[in-house]
C-alpha cells in the first residue's frame, strides 16, 4: 500500500508559480506512472499531467501545456508539477497519484493511489 502526499499549495496572483511536490512512502513509485490531476468546486476530476515510471515521457492536458511541467525523483520517491503563469481558472484542489501502467496513463480509473489533494488558489 503507497501513501501519497502533496504539499506546496497555497495562494498566489496571477502569473506566478507554483511548485506541488507529492512525496511517497510504504512503496516505491520508480514502477508507477505519476499523475497530477485537479478537482475545482462542482467540476469532475480532470488530468492535469503525467509521466512515466521512468521519466522517459509525460503529457499533459492542453489547458496547461507549455505552462506545467512534471518530473520526478525516484531516488528520493517523489514527483513534483512545477506550475508557471498561473491563472485563476487554474484553482482547484490538486493530487498526486500512482497508476501501474507502464505508458502514459490519463484516466483516473487507471491509478491505484490517491494523496489527499492540495489546495492551489490563483488570485486575481
Known amino acids: 500500500q503507497a501513501q501519497l502526499v502533496e504539499s506546496g499549495g497555497g495562494l498566489v496572483q496571477t502569473g506566478g508559480s507554483l511548485r506541488l511536490s507529492c512525496a511517497a512512502s510504504?512503496?516505491?513509485?520508480?514502477?508507477?506512472?505519476m499523475g497530477w490531476f485537479r478537482q475545482a468546486p462542482g467540476k469532475e476530476r480532470e488530468f492535469v499531467a503525467t509521466?512515466?515510471?521512468?521519466?522517459?515521457?509525460?503529457s499533459y492536458a492542453d489547458s496547461v501545456k507549455g505552462r506545467f511541467t512534471v518530473s520526478r525523483d525516484n531516488g528520493k520517491n517523489t514527483v513534483y508539477l512545477q506550475m508557471n503563469s498561473l491563472k485563476p481558472e487554474d484553482t482547484a484542489v490538486y493530487y498526486c497519484?500512482?497508476?501501474?501502467?507502464?505508458?502514459?496513463?490519463?484516466?483516473?480509473?487507471?491509478?491505484?493511489?490517491w494523496g489527499q489533494g492540495t489546495q492551489v488558489t490563483v488570485s486575481l
Open positions: 509521466m512515466t515510471w521512468n521519466g522517459g515521457s509525460s
Open positions: 510504504g512503496r516505491t513509485i520508480s514502477l508507477y506512472a
Open positions: 497519484a500512482a497508476s501501474p501502467n507502464l505508458g502514459i496513463a490519463t484516466r483516473p480509473s487507471q491509478y491505484n493511489y
